[in-house]
């Protein structure tokens, strides 16, 4: 079993920037994948960014890249999401999710996942 809490999210402005923070524990956190996902009201959970276990290889969602940034440190068992240049359209409830197999961005592949952090962008 893994267990998997985000930390980070917050009330910000439009164009501020933002880190969240998700710590797993239980298994052997740096074989795993990790990846963030958001959700927003009445919307469907989207991918954000993924991980391999290993930190060679990283893929985003078109919305968010060159502004968010992924990124993991295994001896800290920590996935980080750097977010710059927010806008309104990031607000969301932010989603951390942990696999042993699987990199990618179905949400249904990934076995872990947090209760999510709510991030808001002010207009």
């Known amino acids: 079993q893994v267990h998997v809490v985000e930390s980070g999210g917050g009330l910000v402005q439009a164009g501020d920037s933002l880190r969240l923070s998700c710590v797993a524990s239980?298994?052997?956190?740096?074989?795993?994948?990790m990846a963030w996902f958001r959700q927003a009201p009445g919307k469907e959970r989207e991918f954000v960014a993924a991980i391999r276990w290993d930190g060679s290889r990283t893929y985003y969602a078109d919305s968010v890249k060159g502004r968010f940034t992924i990124s993991r440190d295994n001896a800290k068992n920590t996935v980080y999401l750097q977010m710059n240049s927010l806008k309104s359209e990031d607000t969301a409830v932010y989603y951390c999710?942990?696999?042993?197999?699987?990199?990618?961005?179905?949400?249904?592949?990934?076995?872990?996942w947090g209760q999510g952090t709510q991030v808001t962008v002010s207009s």
């Open positions: 999710a942990a696999d042993a197999t699987y990199y990618g961005i179905s949400p249904n592949a990934y076995d872990y």
């Open positions: 239980g298994r052997t956190f740096s074989s795993f994948a």
